[in-house]
């Protein structure tokens, strides 16, 4: 349960918040796998997260619903970006909004590329047809860990995927967020590993809800 100094804000982000979560995603993702294999070097690894992170909230496209969880002083502590029903893949113009950002942050490790697109073509042909839910990013501040954050977001987002009564899917490359999302009736579905020495990545999908009377 969500405690009394957090709330859930569905207000647009502007500029200094866009700079606030995507310094958040920095220190949440610090210690993620993936990003810790593509970008070995501790401010390489910062920097590109950063902006990966940037950009994607900058320009999350059509059909995309962001939910922060914010404390007392309106800080963000914990963030969700979901792609609604029929709006994965992003549109071409979101795409090559999303492009300069991206090619930014792998300008020192050109290798991060390439890793980035050999998981995209192993995941791609998974995606799910069947209508539902994307998640693209949860997050939330490692200093708020324990105290609902994330619970709050999911089962924000899952009780509006419930209502439209679609799926829901997601992507991840550590291990220990499968059993995580498994709370939320998410189960395994496939486990890849695009790139040999890189972590695996796990696809998730959650079943529509049954449809009650």
């Given at each position: 349960m969500?405690?009394?100094?957090?709330?859930?804000?569905?207000?647009?982000?502007?500029?200094d918040?866009?700079r606030?979560?995507s310094?958040?995603?920095?220190?949440?993702?610090?210690?993620?796998?993936?990003f810790r294999?593509?970008?070995?070097?501790?401010?390489?690894?910062?920097?590109?997260?950063?902006i990966?992170?940037?950009?994607?909230?900058?320009?999350p496209?059509?059909?995309?619903?962001?939910?922060?969880?914010?404390?007392?002083?309106?800080?963000?502590?914990?963030?969700?970006?979901?792609?609604?029903?029929?709006?994965?893949?992003?549109s071409?113009?979101?795409?090559l909004?999303?492009?300069?950002?991206?090619?930014?942050?792998?300008?020192?490790?050109?290798?991060?590329?390439?890793?980035?697109l050999?998981?995209?073509?192993?995941?791609?042909?998974?995606?799910?047809?069947?209508?539902?839910?994307?998640?693209?990013?949860?997050?939330?501040?490692?200093?708020?860990?324990?105290?609902?954050?994330?619970?709050?977001?999911?089962?924000?987002?899952?009780?509006?995927?419930?209502?439209?009564?679609?799926?829901?899917?997601l992507?991840?490359?550590n291990?220990?967020?499968?059993?995580?999302?498994?709370?939320?009736?998410?189960?395994?579905?496939?486990t890849?590993?695009?790139?040999?020495?890189?972590?695996?990545r796990?696809?998730?999908?959650?079943?529509?809800?049954?449809?009650?009377?």
């Amino acid at each position: 349960m969500l405690g009394p100094d957090y709330r859930i804000d569905d207000r647009r982000l502007r500029r200094d918040e866009l700079r606030d979560a995507s310094a958040l995603a920095c220190r949440a993702f610090d210690d993620g796998p993936y990003f810790r294999f593509v970008f070995s070097d501790e401010r390489q690894r910062a920097r590109g997260v950063r902006i990966i992170h940037h950009t994607a909230f900058a320009h999350p496209g059509r059909g995309s619903r962001i939910r922060t969880v914010r404390d007392s002083q309106d800080r963000i502590v914990g963030l969700s970006l979901w792609l609604t029903t029929g709006h994965y893949p992003q549109s071409a113009t979101t795409q090559l909004a999303q492009l300069p950002g991206a090619l930014r942050s792998c300008y020192f490790r050109p290798s991060v590329l390439k890793t980035g697109l050999a998981y995209a073509r192993a995941t791609e042909p998974l995606h799910p047809k069947e209508p539902h839910w994307y998640l693209s990013v949860l997050m939330a501040d490692p200093a708020v860990h324990g105290q609902g954050v994330g619970t709050a977001l999911m089962e924000e987002a899952l009780a509006a995927v419930d209502h439209e009564g679609v799926g829901a899917y997601l992507e991840t490359n550590n291990e220990s967020n499968v059993h995580y999302y498994a709370r939320f009736n998410f189960h395994l579905r496939e486990t890849l590993r695009p790139v040999p020495e890189a972590p695996a990545r796990y696809t998730l999908w959650r079943e529509p809800a049954a449809p009650t009377e």
